[in-house]
């Protein structure tokens, strides 16, 4: 083999250190997998569900506008308590309650006549809760990975979660089609049964020894922390602005009947993973990425142009090669975004701010399905679809322009970068 297809070769491999090196690392990535591969058949199941009950656009979407209240107050306040107690605790009593309403989902599919307004109140109660979780989750990597396996570690869990995005919608638009919603729901509810088997076995993840308790005032400090870096606003900015104009999973379902393909809607689903996970296949090279912020930049302008692309798609093969490769950018700036937070944020800080990331990329969906929704009853979905990743574009390019030291951020030279390194061999001496 030539020398230079084997270097090639070596700087795509996947680094598997983390999972090597971190027996706590190998446990939440276990626990991740099994409980998203329930999420996502979920996630295909509800708006099938709500389709089936009411067949209106605005009732689908506003499942996500439904959600968007406990996401912002549940996230902010998930933040505090991850960096004021144990994160273990946290995340385990988390994944309970979510089984909880995992349950309570599948009872009411069972029903003779299921209940639109419990479609809403769980879809609102399973979010505040797994926004209470998630802060835990993002901020435990920094406890139970390497300083310079960063980046690996984003690598890995980008992985992780596309080899179910793939598999799991594909799974749940064959469920819930041959054998209804209350079969989704009813994996869902398994997956976080096994999910808490491995999760008690992780250790104790204290706060740091200067945390701050949970209360306002500490949720202010790290909102103030945060707009005091013009950097990390960008990235939140960006990926916001991203997701509010491009994102369009709502049509979905709409989609799929338009283009006489309704068996696809699960491929529709699974698309966007597709591209995700050969980004995350090939994707060793961004852990070596020292100017994060631009490449942030130029892989949200990708995601909305295939996006733009996917309303001029003839059919549904198009289609989902153009989802396809917004996916596979969007996930590029998913991962330059996860290292950068993970090498500059101190630890005292780093639950509040991933209560912050949580509403840069768990509001955005939320909007721009409803959005995606709104407009697709004025104009249609291939209107909704162009028009919308047409203003995503715009919206990242402007965003880039107003911040120049996100645009210019480097690694290597950026305080913040050199102060968490500095911080974190010191601590490992």
Known sequence: MPDGLKRLLRQLSIDLSPLRDSRDYRLLFGSGVVTMFGTLITMVAVPYQMKQLTDSYLAVG???????????????????????????????????????????????????????????????????????????????????????????AAVLSSMRWNFGAILAPALGGLLVTAYGPAAAYGIDTLSFVLSLVLLWRIRSLPPAENAAPASLKSLVEGVRY?????????????????????????????????????????????????????????????????????????????????????????NVWVLVVCIALA?????????????????????????RLAGIELLSYASGPMLGNARASLMANIGGTRFSLGSGGLLCVAAVLGLAAALPKFRRYDARTDEHALAEKARREAAAA
């Not at 769980?122 to 901020?139: D, K, Y």
């Not at 969007?330 to 975004?337: E, K, N, P, Q, T």
Request: aromatic fraction near 6%; charged fraction near 10%.
């Open 62 to 152: 506003l499942v996500s506008l439904a959600e968007f209240v406990p996401m912002v107050v549940c996230g902010l306040w998930g933040g505090a308590i991850a960096d004021a107690l144990d994160r273990r605790k946290i995340i385990f009593l988390s994944e309970l309650g979510l089984l909880v309403t995992s349950a309570a989902l599948m009872v009411n599919a069972l029903l003779p006549n299921p209940q639109v307004w419990i479609l809403y109140v769980m879809g609102a109660i399973s979010t505040g809760i797994s926004c209470l979780q998630r802060p835990s989750l993002e901020a435990v990597f920094q406890q139970v990975v390497k300083h310079e396996q960063q980046g690996a």
């Open 226 to 314: 945060a707009m005091s870096r013009s950097d990390l606003m960008g990235t939140y900015l960006v990926d916001i602005a991203a997701m509010v104009f491009a994102m369009a999973t709502s049509l979905f379902p709409f989609l799929a009947d338009e283009l006489r393909a309704p068996q696809a809607l699960g491929l529709l689903y699974s698309a966007a993973a597709v591209g995700a996970l050969i980004a995350s296949l090939t994707g060793a090279w961004t852990a070596r990425v020292q100017r994060q912020g631009l490449g942030v930049i130029v892989a949200a302008t990708v995601w909305g142009a295939g996006v733009a692309l996917c309303a001029l798609a003839p």
């Open 327 to 351: 996916g596979a950018a969007d996930m590029v700036s998913g991962m330059l975004r996860m290292t950068m937070w993970n090498q500059t944020i101190p630890q005292e800080l780093r639950g």
